[in-house]
């Protein structure tokens, strides 16, 4: 009988202004089949934003009740506001057999990293510092104070980078292409040993009429008094 195989999480990363929301809606459009958890933060929706598709949007209040309940897998405080993921939705992806992508912080990713070592994680990064001020302020969405708060915590961020997997530029026009590269990480990190354990580990046993391996548990059962042998 074939056991369904648990998904492959993985965790996206990278500053303010790398292009993470553009780069994994790219990657799910190439992977249709793909899971995707919704986090949740305490900050308002942006225009456009809707809840319980881009962020479960919740108080502080409820976000500290779950983290004291342990329905929060993992947690950060970024620019004033919580950000987590909910266990319950990882749970309902990975368990499904599904891949799942996390786009999270990097105090996030290392949670992740810890509690699930064989997580792939990949840091996103824009070309150049330049590149990622001049994202941050063509936003036209923060003020001069939270653009200096966003590209100190870059620096901070990219301290941890050889503590991910993998690293993916993001290049100003290439977001497609940063996906596809993505995409690729995730093609390879199926075929790891550890993860084709259950065609190494059953690869000599026969096979049954319906191509599954031949249950052969009662093959050498001695016949008892009742039987006839002929």
Not at 117 to 144: I, S
Request: aromatic share 6%; net charge negative; proline share 5%.
């Amino acid at each position: 009988m074939n056991r369904k195989k648990r998904g492959i999480l993985l965790v996206i990363s990278g500053p303010a202004g790398s292009g993470k929301g553009t780069v994994v809606s790219l990657l799910r459009g190439m992977l249709p089949g793909i899971g995707f958890s919704v986090s949740a933060t305490t900050r308002a929706p942006r225009p456009g934003e809707r809840d319980g598709v881009h962020y479960f949007y919740i108080t502080r209040a409820e976000f500290e009740e779950k983290i004291a309940r342990g329905e929060i897998l993992e947690h950060t405080e970024y620019c004033g506001n919580l950000y987590g993921t909910l266990r319950s939705e990882a749970e309902r992806v990975l368990g499904a057999g599904e891949d799942l992508i996390l786009e999270i912080e990097t105090d996030g990713a290392m949670q992740i990293k810890r509690l699930f070592p064989d997580a792939v994680a990949v840091m996103l990064l824009p070309p150049d510092a330049a590149t990622l001020e001049e994202r941050l302020r063509g936003r036209g969405t923060e003020t001069e104070e939270v653009i200096r708060s966003r590209l100190a915590r870059a620096r901070e961020e990219l301290l941890l980078a050889d503590r991910y997997d993998y690293i993916a530029v993001n290049e100003t026009g290439g977001a497609e292409k940063c996906a596809a590269d993505i995409a690729g990480i995730l093609a390879a990190e199926r075929l790891r040993p550890c993860r084709m354990k259950e065609l190494t580990d059953r690869f000599f046993e026969p096979a049954g009429e319906d191509g599954s391996p031949e249950n052969t548990e009662n093959k050498n059962t001695p016949p008892s008094g009742d039987e006839v042998i002929l």
